[in-house]
């Protein structure tokens, strides 16, 4: 069996992703401690350590078949004042974290391009960087599709009608199932991978765009 990715980039796909799974997780988990939900929190998951949020299956598929997972922070939407409001703003905060961290990479590069210290920075920080950008995206991106259990699915069935909630709820085991099939089998090309395709390469040349005009313009 193959890998998702070569042997020279694993060790950088790794590092980005063991900062990524870990910021998104612990986003949920602060969010949902500021909200009154110290569920998590009781749980040792209100922190950056990733042996607190990495789960070893979905670690090791991610280099074999290129999709994986972190381990999903509880939330216990009854101790929320406003489970509405709280409950998006929770769900919301995993990707956004995704975005800030590629945000804070652009900076960090254009940053020291911008004092003259391009020249400086190791060939293996400009590859990390790289990496981190595009994984960062790619989790930002993935991580709002409207499928259970991904956060895009629970930012809808917090926003929707209580009716259509319970209709939700009543159906999403079919709805993570229907998931499943659309990501690990040749159906991604027409599904996943056409959004990844467009969505992606847009993102990651827009922000290269944006900052490379704030600092070097």
């Known amino acids: 069996m193959g890998l998702a990715y070569s042997l020279e980039t694993i060790p950088y796909v ?10 998104h997780e612990f986003a949920h988990a602060f969010v ?8 998590a929190a009781r ?8 042996m607190k949020h990495l789960d070893p299956l ?3 598929l991610i280099f074999i078949a290129g999709f994986g997972w972190a381990r999903p922070v509880p ?17 919301v905060a ?32 400009i590859t990390f960087l790289d990496h981190f950008i595009w994984l960062n995206l790619v989790l930002f991106v993935f991580n709002l599709l409207p499928f259970p259990p991904l956060d895009g699915y629970r930012i809808i069935e917090d926003l929707a ?6 209709k939700m709820t009543q159906y999403e085991n079919y709805g993570a199932l229907i998931f499943l099939i659309v990501v690990i089998t040749p159906l991604d090309q027409y599904t996943i991978q056409p959004i990844f395709n467009t969505v992606l390469p847009f993102l990651y ?10 600092f070097l313009s």
């Open 75 to 91: 939330v216990n939407r009854f101790f929320f004042k406003n489970p509405r409001l709280a409950g998006v703003l929770v769900s």
């Open 32 to 39: 949902a401690c500021k909200f009154g939900d110290d569920t």
């Open 94 to 125: 995993g990707p956004v974290s995704n975005l800030l961290m590629v945000i804070l990479a652009y900076l960090l590069f254009y940053g020291l391009g911008a004092a003259g210290l391009a020249s400086g920075i190791p060939e293996f920080l």
């Open 205 to 214: 040349g827009s922000l290269n765009e944006f900052f490379s005009q704030l």
């Open 14 to 23: 790794a590092a980005a992703l063991i900062i990524a799974f870990s910021v």
């Open 58 to 60: 979905g670690t090791i």
């Open 43 to 50: 749980q040792g998951r209100l922190t950056l350590n990733p």
């Open 161 to 166: 009608p209580a009716d259509v909630r319970a």
